[in-house]
């Protein structure tokens, strides 16, 4: 099973936006409607900030946001914060009882 | 409040096996499936193992399979990661996870492997 691909980096000033991309197959992230979207902070485990493909957990900002269309999967920070600065991880349900992880994306807040 | 706790991390040789436990607290195992997820240093997450709700469906990354079993012990709320055969790039943070809507919505704060001669 192959990583899911996203940009190793993004970037963005407070306030503005930034989106992330997760493409896989039609195997996972096109099959199934189980797109997970999780935050690591250096030193600290993972944190669930998207599942479903655009569900929210509970105390997770609505600044963030979650879709899909075909077989890639997006991550969308609003009014960006100090405190997004941070790793993020797409993660998707795959065939065979699967479960694949993107290479991650490091998001800067400039 | 729901929390995981690993333990079992160390240094050991390649071809050597370790087992890793994940205590979980505020929920009960038959309740939830328990996730094994690695990230090896300076590197992203990888998916290791999935033990289900019902304690007998397991499943294996490609990578593990063969030489990693996952079990749990439903008195001890514990889940167990028995590592055999290791190898270099074994060597990882191992965190445990708890299942849930097909995403993992808890996670321990992870144990260190280092498979080395």
């Known amino acids: 099973q192959s990583a899911l691909t996203q940009p190793p980096s993004a970037s963005g000033s407070p306030g503005q936006s930034v989106t992330i991309s997760c493409t896989g197959t039609s195997s996972d992230v096109g099959g199934y409607d189980y797109v997970s979207w999780y935050q690591q902070h250096p030193g600290k485990a993972p944190k669930l900030m998207i599942y479903e493909v655009n569900k929210r957990p509970s105390g997770v900002p609505d600044r963030f946001s979650g879709s899909k269309s075909g077989n890639t999967a997006s991550l969308t920070v609003s009014g960006l914060q100090t405190e997004d600065e941070a790793d993020y991880y797409c993660n998707s349900h795959a065939a065979n009882w699967n479960w694949v992880f993107g290479g991650g994306t490091k998001l800067t807040v400039l | 409040q729901v929390q995981l706790v690993e333990s079992g991390g160390g240094v050991v040789q390649p071809g050597g096996s370790l087992r890793l436990s994940c205590a979980a607290s505020g929920f009960t195992l038959p309740s939830y499936g328990v996730h094994w997820v690695r990230q090896a240093p300076g590197k992203g997450l990888e998916w290791v193992a999935l033990i289900r709700n019902d304690g007998s469906n397991k499943f294996y990354a490609d990578s593990v399979k063969g030489r990693f079993s996952v079990s749990r012990d439903i008195s001890e709320n514990t889940v167990y990661l028995q590592m055999n055969s290791l190898r270099a790039e074994d060597t990882s943070v191992y965190y445990c996870?708890?299942?849930?809507?097909?995403?993992?919505?808890?996670w321990g704060q992870g144990t260190l492997v280092i498979v080395s001669s």
């Open positions: 996870a708890r299942d849930w809507d097909w995403a993992s919505d808890y």
